[in-house]
């Protein structure tokens, strides 16, 4: 029987230019730990203060644009587990997550099925939008600072998308998002056998453990759904 989990969390990551990884720990079980992590740079904390017009002192205090208590009660409500949760910066966020086996009510975002050694990951615009809609109505105008297609329903190719933020914020904004990448590692129960990534981003394999990058403009600016496959030994 497959494993239906969310992994709404990763949202988060995409939203933000900067330097996101996520890890997914598969357990024998079919049960999965997910840990995002994700540390704004300058660029994209400067950006977020000053729109937000923070205050010297609540820069200072590293006041977030994240409502933590918020996050995790409608996490919770969808069946995920928060394990822990916490701010980094304005617009920085690490968290634990837990999906236990057999949770037929949390959305199908990420499968696993561990008979037949095999974890499936789809990500699309609807992901994205889902984590958003997660958010407070404050908290969501931050994530349209970075107008991308994905939110706005716009039809932009990633160049385009580029140029649009080079327009918005500059040469140095739209190098750093150009050179921004999604890292996703997966840590299986055993030896990692197979990865597709399609219909773009890369994969490698190291023993029992997996490694995904997408860049993140394309993703951004992405029609289609991302699929991404690892198959481990059962």
Do not use: W
């Not at 024998?28 to 994700?38: C, E, F, K, L």
């Not at 958010?135 to 329903?153: F, H, I, K």
């Amino acid at each position: 029987m497959h494993k239906k989990i969310t992994f709404c969390l990763i949202a988060a990551v995409i939203l933000t230019a900067c330097s996101p990884k996520a890890d997914i720990f598969i357990q024998d079980s079919g049960d999965a730990v997910i840990t995002v992590d994700v540390k704004a740079s300058s660029l994209l904390e400067n950006l977020i203060e000053n729109a937000g017009g923070f205050s010297e002192g609540e820069k200072k205090e590293n006041k977030s644009v994240f409502n933590i208590e918020e996050i995790k009660a409608e996490l919770e409500s969808k069946h995920i587990r928060v394990l822990s949760m916490e701010t980094q910066g304005a617009a920085g966020i690490k968290t634990k997550l837990k999906i236990l086996t057999g949770d037929e009510a949390a959305p199908p975002f990420l499968k696993t099925d561990p008979k037949e050694g095999k974890l499936s990951l789809n990500i699309g615009n609807a992901d994205i939008r889902e984590f958003v809609n997660l958010l407070s109505e404050d908290d969501r105008e931050y994530a349209e600072l970075l107008m991308a297609p994905a939110l706005t329903g716009e039809e932009l190719t990633s160049k385009e998308y580029e140029e649009l933020i080079k327009s918005a914020y500059g040469e140095k904004t739209a190098d750093e998002l150009k050179r921004a990448k999604l890292r996703i590692s997966v840590t299986c129960p055993k030896k990692v056998q197979s990865i597709t990534v399609m219909p773009l981003g890369t994969g490698r394999k190291e023993g029992n453990k997996a490694y995904i990058e997408i860049p993140l403009s394309k993703l951004l600016s992405l029609k289609d759904n991302i699929f991404v496959e690892v198959r481990y030994v059962p």
